[in-house]
């Protein structure tokens, strides 16, 4: 079904922001609207997400202005059809934006193994390190790379965790809201990508610690971003699907906000949806 909605947005032929679509093999953006009980890729490689143990009738939600996907931290969670065509010691970059509500370990997004008793290969947790500072943690097989970078509850976040072939703490870096974090912790272990997949709320069939809050304007890079390009991720949910022709008709924000989608109306400047369904 194609959401007439989204012919006011832009994917890959018509972008302002063109360098956000190279590399990128899962783009997944809630804020676009709901889709019922499949999640739209438009990366154009059909990585569809799953919504289980969700409602599509409750849990679409409009935060700031802007739908996203709201996780109950009990069993909810999102899950690829694919590993997203990566495997092996890859390269690769994880933007999304959060927004969560708790204080104890809780994970976020990642690859993992479907096995139940498998180990993750790369994603994210938060873990609550002492009164009233929240972390984000990534790992891999044992080992984990731990960073000071605070992420406060009940604020819209931009996060972006990546890597390039290699041990995870020589290879790795963690960016909030655009600015970099250096690594507190963390082990010279390499993760393995071969026979995973992506999950939104949980990381891996094995995991129980499921994420409790929203997600929106997930995004796969099989490449490693810019300082430059990580600071425009961060600027606002969905900048990527901002149409060239309007992008001086969107306003900019500082990170952590939400500002609504403003475009001018004119029927000359109704973009096609590009085919997605």
Not at 245 to 252: G, M, N, Y
Request: aromatic share 12%.
């Amino acid at each position: 079904m194609i959401n007439a909605t989204l012919s006011r947005f832009a994917t890959h032929d018509n972008s302002a922001y063109p360098s956000l679509w190279r590399g990128c093999v899962g783009a997944w953006c809630p804020s676009l609207g709901p889709s019922g009980s499949r999640l739209h890729d438009y990366s154009r490689r059909n990585n569809w997400g799953t919504l289980t143990n969700m409602d599509p009738a409750t849990d679409w939600v409009v935060d700031g202005g802007q739908y996203a996907l709201d996780f109950d931290g009990s069993n909810d969670n999102i899950a690829s059809t694919s590993g997203l065509g990566i495997t092996g010691d890859a390269t690769v970059a994880i933007s999304f934006w959060m927004l969560h509500r708790f204080d104890s370990m809780k994970a976020i997004l990642g690859f993992g193994d479907s096995a139940t008793t498998a180990l993750s290969a790369f994603g994210a947790w938060i873990n609550a390190q002492g009164a009233g500072v929240i972390t984000i943690e990534f790992a891999g097989g044992n080992f984990v790379y731990n960073t000071s970078a605070t992420v406060p509850k009940n604020i819209w976040t931009h996060v972006l965790i990546q890597k390039t072939p290699g041990a995870i703490n020589a290879t790795s870096v963690v960016a909030i809201n655009g600015v970099a974090y250096a690594a507190t912790t963390g082990s010279s272990s390499t993760p393995n990508f071969t026979n995973t997949s992506f999950y939104l709320g949980q990381w891996g069939a094995f995991n129980s610690f499921y994420f409790d809050g929203q997600l929106d304007d997930i995004r796969v890079y099989s490449r490693t971003l810019t300082s430059s390009e990580i600071r425009i991720l961060a600027r606002r949910r969905g900048i990527a699907f901002t149409p060239r022709t309007r992008r001086l008709a969107v306003p900019e924000q500082a990170a952590g906000g939400a500002t609504p989608w403003l475009y001018a109306r004119r029927r000359s400047q109704i973009i096609g949806s590009g085919g997605i369904t």
